[in-house]
């Protein structure tokens, strides 16, 4: 490839070559648990982290590390970790920074999955989430202090599918000397390069737009290679000596990359959420297309939305790519190219309009995920927040008029016959 190849190019070659030994094209699916050493010298140089190979399965893949190549590359990183889910990302990347007793910010408008992870799992290992609005971002300071170790945002929130000053919150960050770690799923880095906005740490659920066509689960993590993680004491696992690999010091050894040796040598290698080499291919398969792919789901979600926003039946409607929208303005800055797929809207109905509405569409699938080649629906409040009072929903966006649409890529004519039968019926 040429220096500085582009965009759709990247998503298609990065981190691959034909196989050296059989000239397969694709990449194989390597479906081993363990390869064969060299020698003995070999392979004690692999286990010392002397020299870079593959031991087992749990640690290191082929195919996985072909994956991980083309995710770096997309979103500008020096280096990447694939994992078994979003959720896999997430904990190896907090394992890496948090000791008992540390804290992080996050912001409020989170995957629910995430609230749930950060407010309750996290209790077990005494890390303590602080919840901040990303509109406010001044008040983030006054919620930092000397056991603070990162900042957590979505760089386009789910469900609402709101846009994140990230640069703003960057600039609070560098101020305290904190990593910035954005959650990138919604977006992609079709839409949103975030390391370029002042990110240090990407994760994704590449379970969803990514991967693309729901059917496989992973997660990514990806360093920017831009957080000093040597300030003495305070990030301990990447700047003390490893008694396990004979007294290294991460950050020292690996430098700009050693974020990502981190989650794999400590946090993969004992905690064992590792992808199976089949999901990494299916996932780099879906990669491939994932420029087309992002691009029409964008423009059907813009069609959509501005159709719903013309029937009589619904009360708003809430895309920030939409002129009127009060997020428009951070959507053109930060994600010119489009809005997202994922949005809500509000039936005049209310809650029985919204139940009505999920189970009279034919083609669009009423579930609870997003970012599959099909048009997917939610009706939050008889759903993933029914436990919620109605005062807790509608603060969270997911009052009980409110429907959440994954616009799909199929033929927008026919999405939108659907919606428009099903709103008939209501
Ligand atoms: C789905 C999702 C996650 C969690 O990912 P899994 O692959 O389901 O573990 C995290 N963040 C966002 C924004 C998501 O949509």
Redesign the pocket.
């Known amino acids: 490839m040429k220096n500085n190849p582009g965009f759709n190019t990247l998503a298609i070659h990065a981190g691959a070559a034909p196989d050296p030994s059989t000239g397969a094209r694709a990449t194989p699916i390597y479906q081993t648990t363990s390869f064969v050493f060299n020698d003995a010298d070999h392979a004690a140089s692999l286990f010392g982290l002397q020299a870079f190979g593959n031991i087992y399965t749990r640690i290191m893949n082929p195919t996985q590390a072909v994956l991980e190549e083309r995710v770096a590359a997309l979103e500008g990183g020096t280096a990447a970790l694939a994992v078994a889910?979003?959720?896999?990302a997430?904990l190896l990347v907090f394992h890496a920074i948090m000791s008992p007793g540390d804290n992080f910010l996050a912001a409020r408008q989170l995957?629910g999955?995430?609230v749930n992870q950060f407010g309750n799992a996290f209790k077990s290992f005494d890390w303590r989430v602080r919840w901040v609005d990303t509109a406010d971002i001044a008040s983030f300071e006054s919620q930092i202090d000397e056991r603070t170790k990162a900042i957590f945002i979505?760089s386009l929130a789910?469900p609402g599918g709101t846009f994140v000053d990230i640069a703003g919150i960057s600039a609070v960050a560098r101020k305290h000397g904190l990593p910035l770690i954005v959650?990138n799923?919604?977006a992609t880095p079709y839409l949103i390069r975030p390391i370029e906005h002042g990110a240090d740490i990407i994760v994704h659920?590449?379970?969803?737009f990514m991967g693309g066509h729901g059917n496989s689960?992973?997660?990514v993590i990806v360093d920017g290679g831009t957080f000093d993680w040597s300030k003495s004491g305070k990030y301990p696992i990447l700047s003390e000596p490893r008694p396990e690999y004979a007294g290294m010091v991460l950050h020292a050894t690996f430098g700009n990359f050693a974020f990502a040796i981190a989650c794999r040598v400590l946090g993969l290698r004992d905690f064992g959420p590792a992808i199976s080499p089949f999901n990494a291919f299916l996932l780099l398969t879906g990669i491939e297309t994932l420029p087309l792919r992002m691009q029409r789901h964008c423009d059907n979600a813009l069609a959509v939305a501005t159709w719903l926003g013309t029937h009589d039946k619904v009360a708003w409607v809430n895309y920030a790519g939409l002129e009127s929208n009060a997020n428009h303005g951070l959507q053109q800055k930060y994600a010119p190219k489009g809005a997202g797929a994922v949005f809500t809207f509000g039936l005049k109905g209310g809650y029985e309009a919204g139940k009505r509405f999920v189970e009279g569409l034919e083609m669009v699938s009423h579930l609870a995920n997003?970012g599959d080649t099909r048009s997917l629906v939610i009706h939050p409040a008889s759903t993933t927040h029914r436990q919620l009072t109605e005062e807790q929903q509608t603060a969270a966006g997911a009052g009980p008029e409110v429907v959440r649409l994954s616009v799909g890529i199929e033929d927008i004519s026919d999405i939108i016959a659907d919606l428009e039968q099903s709103l008939a019926k209501v």
């Open positions: 889910s979003g959720h896999a997430q995957y999955g995430s979505e789910n959650d799923t919604m659920s590449l379970t969803k689960m992973g997660g997003i």
